[in-house]
């Protein structure tokens, strides 16, 4: 009997697993399609929008009208499809187990056509990933396949598309992996091949096995020459963070703005472009052609300066504006241009042989990929598998490393988590691992206080006789949390003279805080930080606290557990 | 009751699974119909821009015509026309490096295409190496050419031939010239060229040939004959030389070369027919003309030898009986020596057509 049970449960996991790679297959081809489409709408609607040989009118009215429409769009029927889309994708995956509306696949493809073709500074790969995974999500759901799967199923999705987008179909597995599930020894890697190798099937069936770009091979032509291609690292590494720094502050300014500018902030960028394209066209799109010419050695030095820098500007206003777009492409740009330039000084001054400039663009891609995507593997890979070149991947390897530990050290998020923290959702991070913990912060968390009005001055929050017994207290603006102020904090004020201020003044910069799920090292940890009364909050609203975590409490849940 | 549960949830998934494979399959098609649209519409538009570019390229401005063939090879990767011309822009506008790239990354998908390593070719023959250069040529005319392209094989060989020489390599030359004979079409001006190119390998004998077949077919050309003249010139057939120069001078074509001819024919003291009298004569004329070069030249290198050595000769005309035999043997002596004279002195001026006749005497007989 029991046998016979054992034999059928045996057989029911291989079928639904069967089911599954079925299912991968299918998401796999749907989800390259999709970014095949995608790839060829930008195309035919940047002719449709330009012509061939627009006028200066066309260029600056272009961006700015079409930013006015999606603006429009991205605010009343399309939210939550701004930027990349690779962060959204990880929240779906992370946070709501790969549940993405329909709407949401739908409203990238338009916005996303919209917005490149229309002139901006943005790349296709990203919008790609979120397309193929609101594709896999569509399928899912219609499957009423459980969380587990559907959490499955989105990254399978999203290697699927970029595999097609950028032709890269190893470089799509790891970057699933690496990026959207964070784990490189995930079980999913063999879902992902088989998504992505399906994807890229059908992708050149139609399009042709093209690499993206066509470069020369290139060689390391002396041992000294990993020296430069160091300092392309550390130069890598240094533009990384000041893109990615100038990408997070501006965003930060536009999220300030009141929530009734949103609609109009599209189209702010829009006249930027607008004015930026007229003076340097070269900016405009995806820009594919110039990364080509440079790792050909079609630019002069100072050209390459120039388009690195308007790069990082245009990219920057782009997407601080709210437009829907990525950033991969701006990234190889930025890094084409760079190592460009690099190039041609190493190659005219070195006293030892050196590659072409070409060749150190090769690298710079990888080395602005690795410090801003932060996923080196995928950047080793994915030029590889782009230029089809072996030749280069050591001193490819050298410079993304140096790069990437440059923009850790200095920015310890990756931009995409930090782009997710600006709107206020926190991804599990390692310290969080999925169902290994004997209990979490759910479990000894008492229920949240009333949050202090940030108004309130430091004589009244002191005159409350029910605070009186807490250690810190939760200072809020309505149901947002601001910051925690500790009774030694408030004590200190009143010292200085401060006590008519509001305690507002005291409220610091990212309070410590815990999330649900984190385990009990973090807790405890995090408790001993936070002066005493630790703030637990929601993944998906950073600022809003469910329940919070203080010594006494702590101590009473451990010793009610037992040891 | 399980079973058919089980088998309910099989038959659900398998319809699911027909579905989406049906809705996959249909969106490939659209896909690819959408694709391929795109395509031609590129392809298109590279061709209006590649239009543009070549015009511009035609009318010799490379700086227009490199935009617009850039874009068309963005929209056309693959277009091998597109390609050879944006090479040919960007050497125009001097960018030497990305040309050469642009066509060895052409030659890397086509490696035995004409027009790519012709292309090479010439970069190479222009701003690089010529044992690359020569490479290039070798593969472009190594290939096979269909027969109505003969005459652009012909032409290639003709540049490879040309550049060799340019480089001086008279020998690699030759067995090119060779070869381009047997291609050469049968036109008076083909042949002519070939016997230039004869001429200036070093081979008068087949280049006196080549102009004797081009100036059968045109024997009024003045080029021709001065070029044929040229050739028995340097062959050492001054008869034959003198022959095509006074035709081409009735012609009215200007050259030096007659006057150092005629002057060949009629101040060698050796050749045939001629009286003791008048040999006689020719070799005092030459040795008199030496001596007066001396004389202009006093800081000539072995001057003094040079002049003991005329004294002495001329003593040993001098010291024969008066109708004595004829002065037989001391002829290729005397020509021997006034050969030498007018070569070492024309380090220090410039001949005059008498010296270039005295020192082409000299080496005329140096063989005999």
């Not at chain 1, 029927?77 to 690779?86: A, E, H, I, L, N």
């Not at chain 2, 693959?78 to 125009?92: Q, S």
């Not at chain 2, 016997?195 to 080029?223: I, M, V, Y």
Request: charged share 20%; proline share 6%; hydrophobic share 50%.
């Amino acid at each position: 009997m029991k046998l016979q049970r054992t034999t059928t449960l045996r057989q029911l996991w291989l079928r639904e697993h069967q089911l599954f790679l079925v299912l991968t297959i299918v998401v796999g081809v749907l989800a390259g399609l999709s970014a095949v489409l995608f790839s060829v709408a930008i195309d035919w609607v940047t002719r449709l929008f330009f012509g061939l040989d627009p006028t200066y009118l066309r260029l600056f009215l272009i961006p700015t009208l079409v930013s006015l429409g999606t603006g429009v769009l991205l605010v009343t029927v399309f939210p939550g499809v701004r930027g990349s889309g690779v962060p959204q994708t990880k929240a779906a995956v992370h946070l709501h187990d790969g549940e993405i509306p329909a709407r949401v696949p739908i409203g990238k493809f338009i916005t996303g056509v919209l917005c490149i073709a229309s002139g901006h500074s943005m790349g296709r790969e990203g919008p790609s990933v979120q397309i193929g995974a609101g594709i896999a999500s569509a399928v899912g759901r219609w499957l009423r396949l459980p969380p587990d799967r559907m959490r499955d199923l989105v990254p399978v999705g999203a290697a699927g598309a970029l595999a097609a987008a950028f032709n890269t179909p190893v470089a799509a597995v790891l970057f699933a992996l690496e990026e959207i599930i964070g784990d490189l020894n995930a079980p999913l890697i063999g879902s992902t091949v088989v998504a992505s190798v399906a994807s890229v099937v059908v992708e050149r069936s139609i399009l042709g096995n093209e690499p993206l770009f066509r470069v020369p091979t290139y060689h390391l032509e002396h041992p000294a020459e990993l020296a430069a291609y160091a300092v392309l690292g550390i130069a890598g590494g240094v533009l990384s963070l000041i893109f990615s720094q100038g990408l997070l502050r501006a965003r930060a300014l536009f999220m300030k703005l009141p929530a009734r500018t949103r609609m109009f902030q599209p189209a702010i960028g829009g006249v930027l472009i607008g004015l930026t394209i007229i003076a340097v066209p070269a900016v405009m799109g995806v820009g594919y052609d110039y990364v080509d010419r440079a790792l050909n050695g079609g630019l002069v030095i100072q050209t390459m300066v120039l388009l690195c820098a308007v790069k990082i500007v245009a990219t920057i206003v782009s997407y601080s504006t709210g437009n829907a777009g990525g950033i991969f492409a701006p990234s190889l740009y930025i890094g084409a241009m760079a190592g460009g330039a690099i190039g041609t000084v190493v190659h005219r001054f070195a006293p030892f042989p050196t590659a072409d400039p070409g060749a150190y663009a090769l690298v710079g891609m990888g080395a602005l990929f690795a410090g801003i995507i932060r996923a080196p593997m995928t950047s080793v890979f994915m030029i590889f598998e782009i230029t089809q070149d072996y030749q280069i991947l050591v001193p490819l390897m050298v410079a993304n490393l140096l790069s990437f530990m440059i923009a850790r050290r200095f920015q310890p998020d990756p931009v995409y988590h930090a782009l997710l923290k600006q709107d206020g959702v926190h991804l599990p991070g390692p310290e969080s691992p999925a169902g290994g913990a004997a209990w979490t912060a759910a479990d000894a968390m008492l229920p949240a206080p009333a949050l202090i009005d940030a108004s309130t001055t430091v004589q009244g929050v002191l005159g409350r006789p029910e605070l009186a017994s807490w250690p810190a207290v939760l200072v809020g603006s309505g149901h947002e949390l601001l910051g925690v102020v500790s009774s030694a904090q408030l004590a200190q004020a009143v010292v200085a003279g401060r006590a008519a201020e509001p305690i507002s003044v005291l409220v610091a910069d990212n309070p410590v805080h815990a999330h649900p799920d984190h385990p009990p090292d973090v807790v405890i940890e995090r408790v001993a930080e936070s002066g005493g009364v630790l703030p637990v909050v929601d993944r998906e609203h950073a600022r809003h606290v469910v329940g919070v975590v203080t010594l006494d409490g702590l101590a009473r849940f451990i010793a009610r557990r037992g040891p | 009751m399980e079973a058919a549960q089980e088998l309910k949830v099989v038959t659900r998934e398998l319809r699911a699974i027909v579905l989406l494979t049906g809705v996959a399959v249909a969106a490939f098609f659209l896909t690819q119909t959408v694709a391929r649209a795109n395509h031609q519409r590129r392809q298109a538009d590279a061709g209006m821009w590649y239009e543009r570019g070549h015009r511009f390229l035609v009318a010799g401005d490379a700086g227009q015509a490199v935009p617009a063939l850039r874009r068309a090879v963005a929209l056309n990767p693959d277009g091998l026309r597109y390609r050879l011309d944006l090479a040919a822009g960007l050497i125009g506008t001097g960018a030497y490096g990305e040309a050469r790239r642009l066509l060895l990354d052409v030659r890397q998908a086509s490696p035995q295409d004409v027009g790519v390593n012709l292309a090479l070719a010439r970069l190479e023959a222009a701003h690089g190496d010529s044992a690359t250069a020569a490479g290039y040529y070798q593969v472009a005319l190594n290939q096979m050419w269909r027969p109505q392209d003969v005459g652009t094989r012909y032409q290639v060989r003709s540049e490879l031939a040309h550049f060799l020489l340019s480089r001086g390599q008279r020998s690699r030359s030759l067995s090119e010239v060779i070869l381009l004979a047997a291609d050469a079409p049968d036109r008076p001006e083909a042949r002519a060229d070939v016997g230039r190119l004869f001429l200036d390998a070093g081979d008068p004998a087949r280049a006196l040939a080549s102009f004797d077949e081009a100036g059968a077919a045109t024997p009024s050309d003045p080029a021709i004959r001065l070029a044929a003249g040229q050739a028995a010139f340097a062959l050492g057939d001054y008869q034959r030389a003198h022959r095509y120069l006074r035709g081409a001078t009735a012609l009215s074509v200007a050259t030096d070369l007659d006057a150092v001819v005629e002057l060949v024919l009629s101040t060698d003291p050796l050749v045939p027919r001629l009286s003791s009298v008048e040999r006689e004569r020719r070799l005092r004329a030459g040795l008199q003309r030496a001596r007066q070069r001396l004389a202009d030249c006093p800081t000539v290198a072995d001057g003094a030898t040079l002049r003991d050595d005329l004294d002495r000769f001329e003593s040993a005309i001098a010291s024969r009986a008066r109708n004595a035999p004829p002065i037989g043997d001391l002829l290729d002596d005397g020509v021997e020596l006034a050969g030498r004279v007018e070569a070492a002195a024309g380090s220090c001026t410039p001949p005059g057509a008498l010296d270039r006749a005295l020192v082409l005497i000299a080496k005329r007989h140096e063989a005999r």
